[in-house]
């Protein structure tokens, strides 16, 4: 698998999280593709990174168009929130984001 996207949101100051969320899109006819792996991790410094989720999928070209949500609830402490999605073997192409949701503690996304 190939890294498409290596994002780290600054929030400025130690924060407490209480969930975070991802917006991919498909559409496979111009190679846009749902990532194969999506890793969402927090830091306090920007160096040493904390995971705390991992999801896999398998992609494919169906369905064509397509929206699809990562995320993850909880709550910790963090000044960084990093989000790296990866391409499938057989279909490399584009990975397309929206933005990236950090909310707080208690909250719904």
Do not use: H
């Not at 407490?16 to 111009?30: E, H, L, T």
């Not at 999506?38 to 991992?54: A, C, M």
């Not at 064509?64 to 993850?72: E, G, I, K, V, Y």
């Not at 929130?81 to 949701?101: N, P």
């Amino acid at each position: 698998m190939r890294e498409r996207l290596d994002a780290v949101v600054d929030l400025g100051e130690e924060t407490r999280i209480g969930g975070i969320a991802v917006d991919f899109m498909q559409a496979a006819g111009p190679e846009v593709f749902l990532p194969a792996e999506v890793v969402i991790s927090v830091s306090s410094d920007g160096v040493g990174f904390t995971e705390l989720k991992r999801a896999a999928r398998e992609v494919s070209r169906e369905p064509a168009f397509a929206f699809d949500r990562c995320s993850w609830t909880g709550e910790t402490l963090a000044r960084y929130v990093r989000v790296r999605a990866k391409a499938g073997k057989k279909y490399g192409g584009w990975i397309f984001t929206d933005e990236i949701v950090v909310l707080p503690p208690n909250s719904r996304d």
